[in-house]
């Protein structure tokens, strides 16, 4: 065989390790993502519902129909990279996709102030730019690179909550919407960091922010 044979067997067996080796982080990570999810959602009631997206390696959502206050319905869904093709990783790596939890709640009370938190020029926030005049928003950067953004009347009552949820995951997080219609709660945020971080901890100071 010539060198150029031999190129494209050993990229070929290289792609096939990859391929195995990604599997198999996958589906750890995976499972450890749902076990500390689980572990979690015990502050916020019991799990009604969950299934696998696909399998352990892709995903997994698991619903709370009946929550604890100030929650009513909580879903939580996660998503993880696809690294086992790895010129498709490499691509979806690059326009920026992370594993990433998503939380979706509906609340027991409407919120009287609507909240978006978003990377700093996130395309999100560029959207705020276009609203009416009534719904016009008070804009504020955080120490972790997030543009926070208030509309409505009243007070927040939950702010030194919401800053003290920010400053402990505010580097993960890549957006938080807090709005009159149920859904009440949008939050997507990135897995790593959480995993080495107390699951019980992170939806007690999401349950102090909201209450």
Do not use: C
């Not at 009631?45 to 352990?56: K, N």
């Not at 995903?59 to 879903?75: D, M, N, Y």
């Not at 730019?129 to 690179?145: M, N």
Request: aromatic share 8%.
């Amino acid at each position: 065989m010539n060198l150029g044979e031999w190129i494209v067997i050993g990229f070929s067996a290289f792609l096939l390790i990859w391929y195995i080796a990604m599997n198999i982080f996958n589906r750890r990570r995976g499972i450890a993502t749902y076990q500390w999810l689980r572990r979690g959602l015990v502050q916020v009631g019991d799990i009604t519902e969950s299934q696998w997206l696909g399998s352990s390696g892709t995903g997994a959502r698991i619903i709370v129909s009946q929550a604890k206050k100030p929650f009513r319905r909580l879903e939580a869904m996660y998503l993880l990279e696809t690294r086992e093709i790895l010129p498709y990783w490499i691509i979806s790596h690059l326009r920026g996709r992370r594993d990433e939890l998503i939380i979706k709640a509906s609340l027991r009370t409407a919120p009287k102030i609507e909240i978006e938190v978003t990377k700093t020029n996130n395309r999100a926030m560029n959207e705020l730019d276009s609203l009416e005049p009534k719904q016009a928003t008070e804009q504020v950067q955080s120490a972790e690179g997030l543009s926070i953004s208030r509309s409505g009347h009243g007070d927040d009552p939950g702010e030194k909550n919401l800053n003290e949820f920010l400053s402990d995951f505010g580097k993960s997080i890549q957006r938080i919407s807090l709005k009159r219609q149920a859904p009440h709660l949008e939050l997507r945020i990135g897995i790593k960091p959480l995993l080495i971080t107390n699951s019980e901890s992170f939806f007690s100071m999401l349950q102090a922010w909201l209450l």
